[in-house]
């Protein structure tokens, strides 16, 4: 485990993680650091720790697992936000994370009942939700991690045209409210793990859609660390 943990160095605290509000990390700081570590520690100095992930990636999925099984996290952290279920599922997860047990058909409308239909079929989030419940069960009720949904509420039987597909708009939209509600307004630490797209400082990088989940959060002092090209990148926010 020590090798992969060295080796997602580069996936969650350079390529595409933001933490806010709060210090930033200093610009000399080691990049090489036992991620795992890294993660927990940015939770002393920010509220909100991203990582920018790569969907459907076996070694992330293994790297969440190894996370949230690490005795120091929830200690460090309140809740997980996820980009792999919708508003309408919170319900669901609540009771799942608790230690509920679900049908396979019941628990798979989480992952498949989103706006990204068929994007969450990997077993890697599977897999991680059954990590985040055993790891509630060892602990006491008012320390287990909290999962909310951060996708945009949805009921397909209501959409039947591509217009009611693009009403519902952007889910960074979704993505922003849940970490400004949920997490900022209430104080709380929260890890969430969205695409990298969501997290780019500035917006997307794509023109016509600049406005992301980073560009929505309220935190006027808040901090992107992001690597797309392979370098470290340390810059607060404006």
Known sequence: MSKLRRACVVLVLVQGAFALPGAAWAADEPAAEDAIRGV???????DVVAIG?????????DFYNALVRDPAFPKAVDLIVIEFASGQSQATLDRYVAGEEFPDQALRRIWRDTTKVAAWESPVYARWLAAIRDVNRTLPPSRRLLVLAGDTPVDWSRLQTLDDREALGSNDVSFAAVL???VIAKRRKGLVVLGSNHLYRGGRPNPGRSKNTTTRVEAPSGFVVHRPDGRRQSRPTR
């Open 40 to 46: 927990v520690r940015a939770f002393e100095h920010h």
């Open 180 to 182: 400004n509600e949920e």
């Open 53 to 61: 992930e790569v969907h459907w990636l076996k070694q992330a999925g």
